[in-house]
Structures are given as C-alpha cells and as structure tokens.
C-alpha cells in the first residue's frame, strides 16, 4: 500500500490524517490474494462461522455464505434456522450446517457453542432478524475473543440496543478484531450515539467514517460509492477505487460481508480484510457489469466474477 490523496482536498486531509492516507494496488492486491501455499490443507486455509437468516431472508445468508466460500476459506460452518437451511443447502452443500432443533437464539447459541475458540472468524447480521431473541444471540457472540464482522440487521440491534452497545465496548477494551460495515443508513443510526442528527447531515463521507471510527474503536466498511475504509481510531483510511452503479442493488453488502469475514478467517488482519474485500468486490462488478450491463448485473453474478478478477 502506498499513500494515498486527493489533491483538491490534501490540506484538510493532511490536518486530518498525517500519516493514514492509503492506495491499493492491484498488483499487490493480487500478491496477496494468490499467496497460498500450494500444500495447504483445509485446516489451515481457515474456518469461519456465519450467523444469519431468518424467514424470508434466505437470500442473504445465501449470497453472503456463496461469497464467504469463495474467499479461499476451508471450513464454512452456518448456523441458521432450518426453513433457511432448506433453501440454502441445495446451493452450497460443503459446508458444515448447525440447526438448532427448536426455532430460538437460545436453542442457537447452545448449537454452536462448541466451536467458541474453534472458528478463526464470525460474520453475523445478514438477513438475521430484529427481535429480542436476535439480541440476545449477539450479546453471547460480542463475549467470543475471535475476529468478528457485523452486518445488515446486527448493526441495527447495536444501534438500539444500550446493552449491545456496552457489550461492544468491552470486547474492544480486549483489543478483540471487530468489523462493521454500515450503509448511509446504518451508519447514521450508529452515529446517533455519539453525535446530533444535524451534525451528522453536514459531515462529509470522509468524516463519517472517521467519527465511527473513532467512536466505536472497531474497523469501518461505509458502504457507498468510493466506500472508505477506516481503522479503529480512523489512524488508517482507504477510499475505493472499484465498483459502480452494477453493484447497487439489494444483497451487494451481504457478498462484501462474506467475503471479508472470509478474509479474516484466513488471518488477514481487520485493517487488509476490509480494504482487500472491499476492492475485490468492487472488481468483480466492475467486470459483471462490463460483461452484462449493469441493468442485467444482478448480486449472484458478482460472485461468479470473483475467480474471474484474480487471474
């Protein structure tokens, strides 16, 4: 990575940002993407456990899960509800499913229970649900030490929830890697804990990122076009150079969440996870909108691109 700046706003950002301005390029990115060891078994490409799904929402925990899969991980374990299961498995039958038998976030978090300390990494949110019971389930995953990515509606829950809230803030008091990857949207909601909704309005994207940064103390995907990434703190800041209008669709962020979390069951750490997922994303529609058009480029052909842009 080298440094990265506009030029029409280098004086504020240089007052902003002395030292954390970042460009990625695509022949380093490729580097680090295709690095593998050639004699690397599946217990060492990483595991990762992906919490999502509800009724009607079978998609999301799909698209991200198909992403997440195609990361280069070797062990996907989801847990989810069985009417979700049944959707899902006749599309991704290798992984590893955890249904709990009775339709609770209690039932859930016995199920998986036994891989705490096990998986290399959690992504929870897609498609996940809203209710008390969905709290509760990340109030019990905020207490496990492994790297973790929330998304779609666990960032909504910790916008309204105090009790998530507090739980956050104790987990990165460990230093624990925390990912989270609000739109406009979320990100506003978040923000609400700690600045005025008319504050807010009059930021712009590259402050946005940084007040969440800093706020929250976890590494920051604001989704949007140019998505900026940001460090705990904001120390680090990266804005996208990829992906367009074809990426504008419904279930886009849930491939970015299962790509990331992929990355980060692979060791990469949170600050390379969120740039490389981001990026890698964002090529591979590029590349399904120049090959289809971007009115024909649906969420699923993106994920068909991934393989696509590392060659």
């Given at each position: 990575?080298?440094?990265?700046?506009?030029?029409?706003?280098?004086?504020?950002?240089?007052?902003?940002?002395?030292?954390?301005?970042?460009?990625?390029?695509?022949?380093?990115?490729?580097?680090?993407?295709?690095?593998?060891?050639?004699?690397?078994?599946?217990?060492?490409?990483?595991?990762?456990?992906?919490?999502?799904?509800?009724?009607?929402?079978?998609?999301?925990?799909?698209?991200?899960?198909?992403?997440?899969?195609?990361?280069?991980?070797?062990?996907?374990?989801?847990?989810?509800?069985?009417?979700?299961?049944?959707?899902?498995?006749?599309?991704?039958?290798?992984?590893?499913?955890?249904?709990?038998?009775?339709?609770?976030?209690?039932?859930?978090?016995?199920?998986?229970?036994?891989?705490?300390?096990?998986?290399?990494?959690?992504?929870?949110?897609?498609?996940?649900?809203?209710?008390?019971?969905?709290?509760?389930?990340?109030?019990?995953?905020?207490?496990?030490?492994?790297?973790?990515?929330?998304?779609?509606?666990?960032?909504?829950?910790?916008?309204?929830?105090?009790?998530?809230?507090?739980?956050?803030?104790?987990?990165?008091?460990?230093?624990?890697?925390?990912?989270?990857?609000?739109?406009?949207?979320?990100?506003?909601?978040?923000?609400?804990?700690?600045?005025?909704?008319?504050?807010?309005?009059?930021?712009?994207?590259?402050?946005?990122?940084?007040?969440?940064?800093?706020?929250?103390?976890?590494?920051?995907?604001?989704?949007?076009?140019?998505?900026?990434?940001?460090?705990?703190?904001?120390?680090?800041?990266?804005?996208?150079?990829?992906?367009?209008?074809?990426?504008?669709?419904?279930?886009?962020?849930?491939?970015?969440?299962?790509?990331?979390?992929?990355?980060?069951?692979?060791?990469?750490?949170?600050?390379?996870?969120?740039?490389?997922?981001?990026?890698?994303?964002?090529?591979a529609g590029d590349l399904a909108s120049k090959e289809k058009h971007w009115r024909c480029h649906l969420p699923k052909d993106t994920i068909d691109y991934l393989g696509k842009v590392l060659l």
């Amino acid at each position: 990575m080298s440094n990265y700046c506009e030029q029409k706003d280098k004086d504020r950002l240089d007052a902003l940002f002395p030292e954390g301005r970042y460009r990625l390029e695509e022949d380093y990115f490729k580097h680090r993407l295709n690095e593998a060891a050639g004699d690397n078994h599946k217990y060492q490409q990483g595991s990762l456990l992906l919490i999502a799904g509800s009724k009607g929402m079978s998609g999301s925990l799909l698209l991200s899960a198909l992403a997440a899969a195609k990361s280069g991980i070797g062990l996907l374990h989801i847990a989810t509800r069985k009417e979700v299961y049944r959707d899902v498995f006749p599309e991704l039958p290798g992984a590893l499913y955890h249904i709990p038998k009775e339709e609770t976030c209690s039932a859930m978090q016995k199920e998986i229970e036994p891989l705490r300390g096990k998986v290399n990494a959690l992504v929870a949110g897609p498609g996940l649900g809203l209710g008390r019971e969905e709290e509760n389930l990340l109030l019990f995953l905020l207490d496990w030490d492994q790297a973790l990515l929330l998304d779609a509606d666990a960032l909504t829950l910790l916008a309204k929830s105090p009790a998530l809230q507090e739980a956050l803030q104790k987990r990165q008091e460990r230093s624990s890697t925390t990912i989270l990857t609000p739109h406009e949207g979320e990100a506003k909601r978040l923000a609400l804990y700690h600045t005025s909704e008319e504050k807010w309005q009059k930021m712009t994207r590259l402050e946005k990122v940084t007040s969440l940064a800093k706020f929250y103390q976890c590494h920051i995907i604001l989704k949007g076009k140019g998505s900026l990434c940001a460090s705990p703190g904001a120390q680090k800041i990266y804005k996208n150079t990829s992906g367009g209008i074809g990426l504008a669709k419904g279930g886009s962020g849930d491939i970015l969440a299962g790509l990331a979390g992929g990355l980060l069951a692979q060791n990469f750490d949170g600050f390379e996870a969120t740039v490389f997922a981001t990026y890698w994303h964002g090529l591979a529609g590029d590349l399904a909108s120049k090959e289809k058009h971007w009115r024909c480029h649906l969420p699923k052909d993106t994920i068909d691109y991934l393989g696509k842009v590392l060659l």
